[in-house]
């Protein structure tokens, strides 16, 4: 195989640059030509990612398919090269968002409550992560197509952070620049007070892209999302500008208060449509509200005006739901702070040494009631979604797992959760899916129920850890991570009831 691998690697460099000059006919012949050197391993590797990217192209499905099927069929021989899992994972990933591209094609409204390629997509990005990446250009373009697949989904809050990753590691990618204008442009729709921020920020972005450069496929769509922004804009001069920003500055009364404001900050833990740019003031504080509500006017209120007032009694809820999320968020941040004893809750307990290494303690407590706290507030969320929607389920019987479904065992969709064709609702139905056994944040839920059932047990050292023996590192990380799931959560809610309003608002004319 030694000269036909050799041959095999300058017939692919040929194909890739028949790719970049826009000959994709020209790429395929000699795909297959590749094809017919042999069945190796490494001869599959080539092709495939060859074929899943030329397919797309020339919009041709039954040749991304088959790029996957060769991609699958030598999977195991080809990651078990190290220097070909990464790519070998990110064409796979890459071959699944591009079926998923061509059944949106067919059906916009394909990533609405259902399982799609682009579970399978994300897996396998996550994965390609997952290795020790010295290419920064290749390191990029995963996040980036990350980040496409959770704006697919309605998930625009991890996408801009997908995009933020990506620009991390190459600040001058186009793709990256780009896609997280047009996140922000959608952004910027449901952000109240800040949208022409947002919009002046998208604009700049989208401009930058195209300077860079990106694929030849994409200008054009770049393009129109700027010629959008500046219908917005009756000063066109307003948007030539480099968006200034005068940055945030931290006031506090006490030391503890001014670490809280630095914790939130580093963690994104902040409930406003800024924690994620931070590039002023407005990104301190938890100023999330329910912007907007078409509600009945009547000449005489009820008695009850609380509960007869749709705005009054979901801001109510949203109260609850922020609250509780502050005060999980309060005792995270208590248990890393170091200007503050509180050994003396512990002074007077009793603890048996039983010789496993477990660690007992208000500061261990804090985080583990934290966690708790922050999963606790996922149902909550179920709540104001019953009610908005009148989906008529007891109170006491709603869930965040259940609430979505009929009947649970068959994942049959409720009517009125289907037929809502809702970016963020949909965002907030991935984020239940994510808790599934076999989901991205199945450990999450592991540990919760070990938490509130059984026990966990903190060790000081654990070599191979469980869903009952973590450290307290693994614990505090879960639960940042936790905080960060379901501020988005709320984010989400929020956008689901500004879109579903401005649906009526237009009804209504």
Not at 198 to 216: C, D, N, R, T
Request: proline share 2%.
């Amino acid at each position: 195989m030694g000269l036909k691998l050799d041959q095999a690697n300058e017939l692919a460099q040929q194909a890739s640059q028949k790719m970049d000059a826009g000959d994709f006919e020209g790429a395929l012949n000699l795909a297959y030509r590749i094809q017919s050197l042999g069945s190796d391993y490494r001869v599959s590797y080539l092709v495939s990612g060859l074929l899943i990217d030329i397919g797309f192209a020339l919009v041709r499905e039954e040749i991304v398919k088959e790029g996957v099927e060769l991609l699958e069929k030598d999977f195991e021989s080809i990651i078990s090269c190290k220097e070909y899992a990464p790519t070998t994972y990110y064409n796979l990933a890459n071959g699944y968002y591009n079926l998923f591209r061509f059944k949106v094609e067919k059906n916009p409204n394909a990533a609405y409550f259902r399982e799609t390629e682009l579970d399978q997509a994300r897996i396998y990005y996550r994965q390609a992560l997952e290795y020790d990446l010295q290419n920064k250009v290749f390191a990029s373009k995963i996040w980036v197509n990350l980040g496409n697949c959770f704006d697919t989904l309605g998930r625009v809050v991890d996408a801009l952070e997908c995009y933020e990753e990506a620009l991390k590691w190459k600040p001058d990618h186009g793709m990256a620049l780009g896609n997280k204008g047009i996140a922000l442009r959608y952004y910027a729709l449901v952000s109240g007070e800040h949208q022409a921020t947002y919009l002046i920020e998208a604009y700049f972005l989208l401009s930058q892209a195209l300077k860079l450069g990106v694929p030849p496929e994409t200008v054009d769509t770049f393009s129109q999302y700027l010629e959008d922004i500046k219908r917005r804009f009756p000063d066109k001069g307003t948007l030539e500008k480099p968006p200034q920003y005068p940055r945030y500055r931290i006031d506090a009364e006490s030391d503890v208060e001014r670490f809280l404001v630095e914790f939130c900050l580093k963690n994104k833990l902040f409930l406003n449509v800024c924690d994620f740019c931070q590039k002023c003031g407005a990104a301190i504080g938890d100023t999330a509200v329910i912007k907007r509500m078409i509600v009945e006017m009547r000449k005489e209120p009820k008695k009850n005006s609380l509960r007869d007032n749709r705005y009054l009694r979901l801001s109510e809820y949203l109260n609850q739901i922020k609250q509780d999320y502050v005060s999980a968020r309060f005792l995270l941040v208590l248990s890393k702070y170091q200007g503050l004893n509180l050994n003396f809750v512990d002074r007077h307990v009793t603890i048996i040494d039983t010789l496993d290494q477990c660690m007992h303690s208000i500061y261990i407590q804090l985080v583990k009631t934290s966690f708790k706290s922050f999963y606790d507030i996922l149902d909550k969320i179920a709540c104001f979604i019953n009610d908005y929607l009148e989906l008529g389920i007891h109170e006491t019987r709603v869930d965040f797992r259940k609430i979505w479904y009929i009947d649970l065992k068959k994942k049959e969709l409720r009517q009125k959760i289907e037929e809502r064709k809702n970016p963020s609702l949909n965002a907030l139905f991935d984020i239940h899916r994510g808790f599934r056994r076999d989901g991205p944040y199945e450990r999450l839920q592991d540990t919760r129920n070990a938490l509130t059932h059984r026990f966990v047990n903190i060790r000081t050292s654990q070599e191979f850890e469980d869903k009952k023996n973590i450290t307290e590192g693994t614990l505090v990380k879960r639960t940042l991570e936790l905080a960060r799931i379901v501020r988005s959560a709320i984010i989400y809610l929020l956008y689901f009831v500004d879109f579903e309003e401005r649906k009526k608002e237009r009804a209504l004319k």
